[in-house]
C-alpha cells in the first residue's frame, strides 16, 4: 500500500497519532473533545483504511509508511 493510495481525515491522522502513542478510545475522546463514539468511529475507520485488525498493527503499519514519526 502507498500513501498516496492512503487517506485519512485531519482528524483521523490526530487519532492515529494518539493511539500510535499508547491512549485509549476514552483517552482519545477527552483530548480531543470528542465523543466516545466518535472516537471509536475514527478508529474503525483508521482500521479499514490501513486494512488492519487492531490498534497496533495499524499504528506499526502508520509509521512503516512514513504517516506518523515516533
Known amino acids: 500500500m502507498h500513501t498516496r493510495q492512503l ?3 485531519k482528524r483521523e491522522m490526530q487519532v492515529l497519532k494518539l ?4 491512549f ?3 483517552e482519545i475522546a477527552k483530548k480531543l473533545f470528542i465523543s466516545m463514539h ?6 474503525a475507520s483508521i482500521l479499514t483504511k ?4 487492531n ?6 503499519k502508520a509509521i512503516k509508511l ?3 514519526k515516533i
Open 66 to 68: 512514513g504517516l506518523i
Open 7 to 9: 487517506t485519512l481525515t
Open 50 to 53: 490501513l486494512k488492519e485488525r
Open 38 to 43: 466518535t472516537a471509536k468511529a475514527h478508529v
Open 19 to 22: 493511539i500510535a502513542s499508547g
Open 24 to 26: 485509549n478510545n476514552f
Open 55 to 60: 490498534r497496533l498493527r495499524a499504528a506499526i
